[in-house]
T-cell receptor, first 111, second 111 residues
Framework: SQTIHQWPATLVQPVGSPLSLECTVE??????LYWYRQAAGRGLQLLFY??????ISSEVPQNLSASRPQDRQFILSSKKLLLSDSGFYLC??????????FGDGTRLSIL | RKEVEQDPGPFNVPEGATVAFNCTYS??????FFWYRQDCRKEPKLLMS???SGNEDGRFTAQLNRASQYISLLIRDSKLSDSATYLC????????????FGRGTSLIVHP
């Protein structure tokens, strides 16, 4: 069966520090991969999605970036975090025409 | 008009009650529809897909009305454990296959 792993679960970072969140999917090939952010009490905001290795589409311009170095690996990065980057970051995957499945999420606090 | 709209609630109901949520969507070419459940500080989890003819899963019934462009979720015999936020998801086809999430409807079931 397919599983999705996302880490870390919780992260506290100072303003201006770099960020790297990792997500991996097991048990499937060539999945669509997504990064979302959810601010407290708000809806899901799509940040990036990828339909294949090296293919990244950005939905919202900001100081975040994403990479897909391997078929089932999706990384969210930042060179310098802002206070506004705080939130709940969720990785998701699906196959075409199938519903998405989410990782456990990373709760990021910026101090 | 937002692509996917939901009444944020909260819907506050007693145990055993029947409660219904609606979700409207703006893109008439939408092809796939889903309901997700999100518990506080957790990731969204797929509750059920919504099929054109309507479908039922235990106490949960989902329906699609293409003419009026809305989907609904009916929960019968509400349990305390049903308390959560229910997210409506709509997806197009082809180039618009990226799922669009509603902001969710909060349900609180009390004793």
């Amino acid at each position: 069966s397919q599983t999705i792993h996302q880490w870390p679960a919780t992260l506290v970072q100072p303003v201006g520090s770099p960020l790297s969140l990792e997500c991996t999917v097991e048990g499937t090939s060539n999945p669509n991969l997504y990064w979302y952010r959810q601010a407290a009490g708000r809806g899901l905001q799509l940040l990036f999605y990828s339909v294949g290795i090296g293919q990244i589409s950005s939905e919202v311009p900001q100081n975040l970036s994403a990479s897909r170095p391997q078929d089932r690996q999706f990384i969210l990065s930042s060179k310098k975090l802002l206070l506004s980057d705080s939130g709940f970051y969720l990785c998701a995957w699906n196959l075409p025409n199938q519903p998405q499945h989410f990782g456990d999420g990373t709760r990021l606090s910026i101090l | 008009r937002k692509e996917v709209e939901q009444d944020p609630g909260p819907f506050n109901v007693p145990e055993g009650a029947t409660v219904a949520f609606n979700c409207t969507y703006s893109n008439s070419a939408s092809q796939s529809f889903f309901w997700y459940r999100q518990d506080c500080r957790k990731e969204p989890k797929l509750l059920m897909s919504v099929y054109s003819s309507g479908n039922e899963d235990g106490r949960f019934t989902a329906q699609l009305n293409r003419a009026s462009q809305y989907i609904s979720l009916l929960i019968r015999d509400s349990k305390l454990s049903d308390s959560a936020t229910y997210l409506c998801v709509v997806r197009g086809s082809g180039g618009s296959y990226i799922p669009t999430f509603g902001r969710g409807t909060s349900l609180i079931v009390h004793p």
